[in-house]
């Protein structure tokens, strides 16, 4: 059973691991205490849909040097003995080391010999805690000598690469993204709803292989142009709608992230115009997007096409973001961020024009991987216009 | 507008009066659900970036305010029943989402105040460590406090128009159930089954939101909350789903079994203790009693039948906006049980090994109402132990 547990070879796991003690011990944190799902999931294999209940925390606890050790529930040490690639998992409840969580981590770093450490955890940047602020608190006090830094630094340094596995996975989550879009085009007519639109993507992407937990937003019509992430709802599109779809399956736990705008029936010379302009400034997006350079110049070279095309008053954000376990990334694709693109990084390609509030909103959003050349587009879909005229 | 007006209003009169009792000045609510329940707003930005706070204030009198960042606040006024939506950001009332906090205690003159936050286990804040810390130290005349048992006294009991959305994602479930039988063969492997799963709750009008765990055969009973495999199923196999679908941001949570050709004597008999020990807690579930008598019957039953030691767990949890709630179906929790409380009722038994394989997973869930005579299952999907081809 075990070979079929395992998303990636136990060398992929252990190449993670002595990655993430090399910076540790640069970064002088002796232990990582890790309780976000992606992050538990990036680095012990294991991942279960109580991540996202708020009643049990999950701890993995990563030294500078020797193995990890992972704290559970008592009901969830089956699952996770048998899907991570080392040995020490720990439960507290009944039979467990402690009867409660925080006790059962504080037991850990007592048996390890971690009382006197300096201790990484999800403080910041874009990483929620994976207990309640009581819960850390109570650990805090638990654990006297050791004191709490941020440890996500770390963390997103080794998950802004992809390696070839992952990004194998990134790929077939986007094919399977663009399946959900070719299905609607196909099959889209006037006076459907978004909710029925949603219904033909999801049901697609499904049979396509995409895992539970896929997201999707889809706004039609000029009431709901100015909604930036609409959830479905029961309108009806009619002639002269546009309609934005901005949506993901996931794959091993590996995200895509596409928008794709499509019209009911017809669409006026300005919106043509804005579209037009919006395709134009993605591919100048992507030319830029290579290694070696700092991300933020994909923003900068999107930012000049706007305002060689004479539509920069249109531009209301950055340019995209980066993607992986998580939806929302770092580094950013905006100006500010000088961080150097590196073959395996994966970006969401997004410079967007809206012409708010009625006259719609166009983004078309590729996700594209650097390569040791340049880029790939894992995105197959079309990005022409398409005017749905059934 | 999930809600009408009359209904978000009653909701915030209710928050202010506890606000009130509690000696809380203002509520500073920042997750997902809670901002969705009081002011109708939702975006799946909220579960897909953890870059940008969105936050919520309730003053003990008065209007409540919701700040977004810039580009959510056409969604936001939209959305949300709210006369007070802002932003954040670049022309924004406050160029950071911490600054904008404070700005809007200073405008309401509770610089110096008692403030109520999601500290405890169950709901937790979206906010980052750093952010809650941030905002301690820029405002240092205020006392946090912890203000979940508010919101849980709150949500715990759902209106008639929250229960229709109950009801629904629950007819949404079970509708699966069936496509899921009609359509499943030995020979599918557990990822197969999950598609069917999925594809069932999709054409039913499911939302975006489902969680859908299926496991097979002896070496998978014993994962409790697992993603699917390559598993291949097998004649013997018993199959476990555990699933539920959302409906205007509310749950439902089933478990159902079914076997694959044929059954042992074990299974059976196991089968049909679990089924016997839901049906004397679903018996016990009525208005008046501690909550926690639910899990005193299912005991109470296994240890009569010498199966106690197959219990590994309470009887459930309660379910609404989110699937775990309080209160806990555990013999402990004293929650007097009222008209419209959510209860996923699941006393399991399970024939585990830690080390080889297991014999099975016998969890039969339902979902049900508190009511004043009793309770409504809502979860209207055969209990028989169906066995497919």
Redesign the interface.
């Known amino acids: 059973m075990g070979e079929i547990l395992m998303i990636f070879p136990k060398s992929e796991y252990e190449a993670r691991y002595l990655k993430c003690q090399f910076l540790m011990k640069e970064a002088r944190i002796d232990v990582l205490m890790l309780t976000k799902g992606s992050n538990i999931f990036y680095f012990s294999g294991y991942r279960t849909s109580l991540f996202s209940s708020h009643f049990r925390p999950f701890v993995l606890l990563i030294p500078q040097s020797g193995e990890p050790s992972m704290i559970v529930p008592n009901l969830e040490w089956f699952s996770a003995s048998k899907e991570v690639w080392f040995d020490d998992v720990v439960f507290w409840g009944p039979g467990g080391n402690a009867s409660d969580p925080i006790s059962s981590v504080q037991s850990v770093f007592k048996s390890r010999g971690f009382l006197n450490s300096v201790v990484g955890t999800e403080l910041d940047i874009g990483q929620r805690l994976g207990m309640s602020y009581q819960e850390f608190d109570q650990l805090k006090q638990m654990l006297p000598k050791c004191s709490f830094v941020n440890g996500t630094g770390i963390t997103w340094e080794l998950r802004m690469v992809k390696s070839p596995a992952e990004l194998e996975c990134m790929k077939e989550a986007t094919r399977i993204t663009c399946c959900g879009y070719e299905a609607l085009i196909s099959n889209a007519r006037k006076g459907m709803t978004e909710k029925e639109m949603q219904m033909i993507v999801a049901s697609e992407m499904m049979s396509q292989g995409c895992e539970q937990e896929y997201f999707l937003s889809i706004g039609a019509g000029p009431e709901r142009y100015s909604i930036m992430n609409p959830l479905p709802t029961d309108y009806a599109v009619k002639d002269g709608d546009l309609v934005l779809m901005d949506w993901g399956a996931v794959v091993n736990g590996y995200w895509s992230d596409l928008t794709r705008v499509f019209a009911i029936g017809s669409i006026n010379e300005r919106q043509m115009e804005l579209y037009n302009a919006a395709n134009r400034i993605r591919e100048t997006a992507i030319t830029a997007t290579r290694p070696g350079v700092p991300i933020g110049e994909v923003d900068v070279a999107a930012t000049r096409m706007a305002e060689m095309l004479g539509v920069r008053e249109y531009m209301l954000h950055r340019s995209g973001h980066t993607i992986g376990l998580e939806v929302h990334e770092i580094p950013s694709i905006s100006a500010a961020d000088r961080t150097i693109m590196k073959p395996g990084m994966c970006l969401t390609i997004e410079p967007a024009l809206y012409d708010w509030p009625d006259g719609g909103s166009f983004r078309i959003e590729d996700l594209v991987v650097v390569t040791e050349n340049g880029n790939e587009v894992y995105s197959p879909c079309t990005t022409d216009l398409i005017v749905i005229d059934r | 507008m999930a809600f009408s007006k009359n209904e978000y209003q009653r909701r915030l009169e209710k928050c202010q009066k506890e606000m009130k009792d509690a000696g809380i000045d203002v509520l500073l609510l920042t997750s997902e659900k809670n901002i969705y329940y009081f002011s109708g707003y ?4 909220l ?5 940008r706070l969105f936050s919520l204030l309730i003053f003990q009198t008065g209007e409540p305010v919701l700040i977004v960042p810039n ?2 606040i ?2 936001a006024r ?2 949300s029943w709210f006369k007070d939506v802002r932003f954040w950001g670049p022309g924004g009332f406050a160029a950071e989402s911490t600054e904008a906090v404070k700005k809007m205690l200073a405008e309401k003159n509770l610089l110096k105040s008692t403030v109520g ?14 952010e ?1 810390e941030i905002i301690g130290q820029i405002l240092p005349g205020c006392r946090f406090v ?1 203000c979940n048992g508010i919101m849980w006294k709150l949500r715990m009991i759902k209106s008639p128009a929250e229960l229709e959305y109950m009801r629904e994602a629950s007819r949404i479930t079970c509708a699966s159930y069936e496509y899921l039988l009609d359509n499943v063969k030995t020979g599918m492997t557990e ?1 197969e089954i ?2 069917i799963v ?2 069932g709750m ?2 039913e ?1 499911c ?2 939101d ?4 299926v496991t097979a055969g002896d ?2 009973y ?6 699917p ?3 291949v199923t097998k004649k013997g196999d018993l199959v476990l789903i555990d699933w539920g679908a959302s409906y205007n941001g509310y749950w439902s949570d089933l478990t159902r079994i079914f076997a694959l050709a044929s059954t042992t004597d074990h299974q059976k008999d196991l089968y049909q203790a679990a089924n016997r020990m839901r049906e004397i807690s679903i018996e016990a579930a009525r208005p008046g009693v501690p909550v926690g008598e639910i899990d005193k019957a299912a005991t109470i039953f296994a240890r009569e039948s010498g199966l106690i030691d197959f219990m ?2 309470r009887s459930g949890h309660a379910i609404g906006l ?3 709630e309080l209160p806990s179906i555990s013999a402990t929790d004293e929650t007097i049980m009222s008209p419209g409380m959510c209860l996923t009722i699941e006393p399991a038994l399970y024939d ?1 090994s ?1 080390t080889g394989p297991s014999k099975g997973a016998f969890r039969i869930e339902d979902l049900v109402a508190i009511t004043p005579e009793g309770c409504e299952v809502y979860s209207k999907c055969t209990t028989a132990l169906e066995i497919v081809a």
């Open positions: 939702r975006t799946s930005l579960r897909n970036s953890n870059f580009l959510e056409g969604a939209i959305m936050a999601e500290l405890a286990p169950g709901l937790r804040f979206y906010m980052t460590q750093k809650f912890d990822k999950h598609k999925q594809i999709i054409r009008g939302e975006v489902n969680f859908v765990v070496m998978r014993s994962s409790m909350n697992p993603w495999t390559d598993y590994l767990h989110q699937i775990h585990f830690r």
